[in-house]
């Protein structure tokens, strides 16, 4: 999770404020693919960056981080993140898509391409660990048209 000159973040010492694009991608056996550190799992994703659109942002993501080659279907949520980390105020500005068509790359080889990510397939009984928090009912019902979701951690 490294931080580049043109990721859409801006910070102060007080406060702090990104852009970030996620993905729900599912396998045969209707799990999610996320990512962890180990303490929380997250949806693939990462920072978007100045003149780039979310749609091509999440394309990128997933190539950088899974090698996937991947198509957003559509948009689920654009989420309003609110938390603090180690006494900074964070406002995080999310959208969320459905993948909807994956490239070459099977989804069982991550495991074995994945030398700096932890990638788990998780089950619908584990979402509600999904960060940000309220995720899982969007990933259940997987809504026609984007939600607005605001979480204030």
Known sequence: MSVERDDLKMQTAE?????????????????????????????????????ELSQEAIVREFMEETGMTVRPARLLAVIENLFEV??????????????????????????????????????????????????DKIISELPENPVHLVVKN
Not at 20 to 46: M, N, P, Y
Not at 90 to 106: C, K, N, S
């Open 86 to 135: 180690e006494g900074k105020s964070w406002q995080e500005i999310g959208f969320m898509y459905l993948i909807g068509a994956v490239g070459e790359r099977r989804l069982d080889e991550l495991a074995v391409m994945a030398d700096d990510q932890d990638f788990r397939w998780l089950p619908e009984s584990q979402w509600g660990e999904l960060l940000p928090h309220g995720i």
């Open 15 to 51: 406060h702090g404020l990104k852009v970030r694009v996620t993905g729900v991608i599912f396998d045969d056996q209707h799990r999610v693919l996320t990512v962890t550190d180990g303490e929380a799992f997250s949806l693939i994703g990462g920072k978007q960056k100045f003149g």
